[in-house]
Each structure stands twice: as structure tokens, then as C-alpha cells.
């Protein structure tokens, strides 16, 4: 993409050019309902995340040989 094509995106971030003040008002809550669903999904992942990670088992693992061998030790 050369520096001076238009973002072929920018469609979706730029309000209609012929917005009323009431539609721009209502689209501007819709957003930032989005916004708010949006972020509380984030939130709930990153606790399931975290409560997940705190859930995990820790394994220790014995190997046992000959006391000269040096393999008698955990992990």
C-alpha cells in the first residue's frame, strides 16, 4: 500500500458525513455500550486466565538409583 492510497478502513472509523446531532449522540452510546461489553469479556478472560493458572498442578517427580549415581533427586 503506497503511503498516499486512503486507508481502505477509515469507512469504518469516520462518522456518515450527513449525521444529525441525535444520531451522532446514538451512535456515540453504541459505542460506548460496545466498548463496555468489549471490555468486560477482557476482563472475565484474563480472570479465567489467572484462575487457571492458579489451578494448575504442580507434579514433583522421584527418580530414585544407586546412591553414587547422583539420581536421587526431585523436579
Same mark, same amino acid.
Given at each position: 500500500?503506497?503511503?498516499?492510497?486512503?486507508?481502505?478502513?477509515?469507512?469504518?472509523?469516520?462518522?456518515?458525513?450527513?449525521?444529525?446531532? @441525535? *444520531?451522532?449522540? %446514538?451512535? =456515540?452510546? /453504541?459505542?460506548?455500550?460496545?466498548?463496555?461489553?468489549?471490555?468486560?469479556?477482557? $476482563?472475565?478472560?484474563? @480472570? *479465567?486466565?489467572? %484462575?487457571? =493458572?492458579? /489451578?494448575?498442578?504442580?507434579?514433583?517427580?522421584?527418580?530414585?538409583?544407586?546412591? $553414587?549415581?547422583?539420581?536421587?533427586?526431585?523436579?
Amino acid at each position: 500500500m503506497e503511503a498516499n492510497e486512503p486507508d481502505p478502513f477509515a469507512i469504518f472509523h469516520t462518522p456518515p458525513p450527513n449525521e444529525t446531532a @441525535e *444520531e451522532r449522540a %446514538a451512535r =456515540m452510546e /453504541k459505542e460506548a455500550e460496545e466498548k463496555r461489553v468489549s471490555d468486560q469479556i477482557d $476482563e472475565q478472560l484474563k @480472570e *479465567e486466565h489467572v %484462575a487457571l =493458572m492458579r /489451578k494448575k498442578r504442580i507434579v514433583r517427580v522421584l527418580i530414585l538409583g544407586q546412591s $553414587e549415581s547422583g539420581e536421587c533427586s526431585t523436579f
